[in-house]
């Protein structure tokens, strides 16, 4: 496994692709790991110089003292990009990877080549949700949220169908830190980008599942209308398109890049 030091974090990564690919950064949603793209990576590594990480508090990643915020989980993907040598790249991220690219597309927009904003949002509230799921894992630990969350990932079909992916999903879960996931869920929690974002100005592709009960599609139109030129796709599935609705999702996302 592959380990970067940045901004007193030390970050799990991984590259796949040939070497003099284009750099695609993917970023991880909330309470996942980078496996969450593994649906993706055989297609996009055809095109990619595909770079994968976990964020502070998940995965093999470390779980430094919170809260976390949005513009530090922003600024941990520029000391990734400077410590591996990268002075552009293609980002995509869903739900708390897509806030993520946001501020980068805000702050250091000349490091962005193109932006894939997946099943994500400029706001999520109200603020007593947050802080109701953050004292459930303070209390219980990630076992007591679990299939409630789940619930609002995926579909019902797709939950009772079960799929090797899903269980990938629910042990990446159960296994992540109670302590990362809360402080993360403050990042989330905190952020408000709405005002903002219509100062986006990099090639953007805005992905919505239909059933996503997490960030409805109206969360996705509001950041396509507001940045000039943005690509809006709806898919059948609910918040973790890329795995519920793999096929479509990556089609969409490596026409979009390319």
């Known amino acids: 496994m592959n380990f970067?030091?940045?901004?007193?974090?030390?970050?799990?990564?991984?590259?796949?692709g040939e070497e003099d690919f284009?750099?695609?950064?993917?970023?991880?949603?909330?309470?996942?790991?980078?496996?969450?793209?593994?649906?993706?990576?055989?297609?996009?590594?055809?095109?990619?110089?595909?770079?994968?990480?976990?964020?502070?508090?998940?995965?093999e990643?470390?779980?430094?003292t919170g809260p976390y915020t949005i513009e530090q989980l922003g600024q941990d993907v520029i000391g990734l990009l400077d410590g591996?040598?990268?002075?552009?790249?293609?980002?995509?991220?869903?739900?708390?990877?897509?806030?993520?690219?946001?501020?980068?597309?805000?702050?250091?927009?000349?490091?962005?080549g193109k932006l894939a904003l997946c099943n994500t949002a400029a706001f999520i509230g109200p603020r007593e949700i947050w802080d109701a799921r953050i004292s459930a894992t303070r209390n219980g630990g990630m076992e007591v949220i679990a299939e409630g969350v789940l619930a609002r990932w995926f579909r019902d079909p797709y939950l009772v169908q079960g799929s090797e992916e899903l269980d990938q999903v629910r042990k990446v879960f159960l296994s992540t830190s109670p302590e990362g996931y809360v402080e993360a869920c403050a990042a989330v929690r905190d952020m408000d980008q709405r005002d903002s974002v219509k100062q986006i100005n990099v090639p953007t592709l805005v992905i919505v599942?239909?059933?996503d009960l997490a960030t409805p599609p109206s969360d996705g139109q509001y950041l396509a209308?507001?940045?000039?030129?943005?690509?809006?796709?709806?898919?059948?599935?609910?918040?973790?398109s890329n795995i519920e609705a793999s096929g479509e999702f990556t089609t969409e996302l490596v026409e979009f890049l390319k």
Not at 28 to 39: A, E, F, H, K, V
Not at 231 to 237: F, I, N
Request: net charge negative; hydrophobic share 40%; glycine share 14%.
């Open 84 to 112: 591996l040598g990268i002075e552009r790249a293609h980002f995509a991220g869903v739900s708390m990877g897509g806030m993520t690219g946001m501020w980068l597309a805000l702050n250091v927009p000349e490091r962005l």
């Open 225 to 240: 209308e507001q940045i000039q030129g943005a690509r809006y796709v709806e898919l059948e599935g609910a918040h973790l």
């Open 61 to 64: 990643s470390g779980v430094p």
């Open 4 to 16: 970067i030091e940045v901004n007193g974090v030390r970050l799990h990564y991984r590259f796949d």
């Open 209 to 211: 599942g239909i059933g």
């Open 22 to 59: 284009p750099v695609l950064v993917l970023s991880n949603s909330l309470g996942t790991d980078l496996s969450m793209w593994n649906p993706q990576i055989e297609t996009l590594t055809q095109h990619f110089r595909v770079l994968r990480y976990d964020t502070r508090g998940h995965g």
